[in-house]
């Protein structure tokens, strides 16, 4: 008895182990052209709504949408390579033309710059023959698609402005969804929003979606010039907003833990012995890698 007990055992983990493999990833979808089109044309840098997180189950159930999705991503491409390409070509030709004004009285380097010249002409024209074809307008409405997406995500996570922070993790920022539904699961009304409060609901996921820092926190910026993450140190040194409204600067490691109180002004730096926090009377504390206080500056 027992060995049958253990044998099946075995087959159950065995079973478990190969669902869990088999399990596939959520996918990220960008919808920041989505977004930039159906706003009437922000800055496609700043799009408010960039990375949308959906199951496999959901991609495969709604397969026409999301084919719908890939076609008009396609098309918004090519219609901003419509409207882009020639222009660009255009400023080329013009500075090729203000330097042979400038060498007209240089024989032989006016030579040389004709004969770069006939070569720019040449590729000019093989460029808009195989990358622009006059399209103006979208099969789908970029709009009505934005809002379908949406309406699919409510109840779901929703992330956007996402970017690797260290150790495989990610920084996002969450946004709120709202919804209202009909008895038929058909969604009557869906709205997402993105405001100034949102500066300081930033976390950090896995590849998965799996939350590992909740959003409470300002952004997780991880530009080597200018960031506040440092993952050798395993540290991030965001800003946080408390209740009353105010914004203090701290430390937190990737799991979440504060292992510098928010309770500073500004992070400033790291510095050789650790992160380097302004108070609200403008001196420097300076932190060491366990997270104590070594000396206090004037700044």
């Given amino acids: 008895m027992k060995k049958c007990f253990l044998t099946l055992l075995l087959a159950a983990f065995c079973l478990a182990a190969t669902a869990q493999e088999e399990q596939e990833p959520p996918s990220w979808i960008d919808v920041s052209w989505i977004n930039f089109v159906a706003s009437g044309g922000t800055d496609e840098n700043n799009a408010l709504l960039q990375y949308m997180l959906f199951s496999e189950e959901t991609v495969k159930a709604h397969e026409e949408l999301f084919n719908n999705l890939l076609t008009l991503q396609e098309e918004i491409m090519q219609v901003y390579l419509n409207q882009t390409l020639p222009s660009y070509l255009q400023e080329m030709e013009d500075g090729l033309k203000q330097a042979r004004e400038q060498l007209k009285n240089n024989p032989e380097l006016l030579a040389q710059l004709d004969e770069a010249y006939k070569e720019f002409e040449k590729q000019k024209a093989e460029a808009l023959r195989e990358y622009t074809d006059g399209r103006t307008s979208y099969s789908f409405d970029p709009a009505t698609m934005l809002r379908q997406l949406k309406a699919l995500a409510i109840n779901r996570k929703i992330y956007t402005g996402w970017s690797e922070a260290g150790n495989g993790l990610y920084a996002v920022i969450e946004v709120p969804r709202y919804a209202s539904l009909k008895e038929n699961a058909q969604y009557s009304a869906t709205k ?21 820092v909740p959003p409470q926190y300002g952004p997780f910026n991880t530009n080597p010039l200018y960031g506040n993450c440092y993952p050798a140190e395993g540290l991030m040194c965001p800003y946080r907003q408390e ?40 001196k420097l504390d300076f932190y060491n890698k366990n997270f104590q206080v070594i000396r206090t500056e004037e700044r």
């Avoid at 701290?250 to 510095?271: K, L, S």
């Fill in 192 to 212: 997402i929003t993105f405001d100034e409060k949102d500066r300081y609901r930033w976390s950090l996921i896995d590849g998965n979606g799996r939350q590992i």
């Fill in 243 to 282: 209740a009353d409204g105010s914004v203090n600067a701290g430390a937190i490691d990737y799991r979440g833990q504060v292992r510098i109180p928010f309770t500073y002004d500004e992070h400033v730096g790291m510095g050789e012995e650790g992160p380097v926090m302004k108070r609200y009377d403008g």
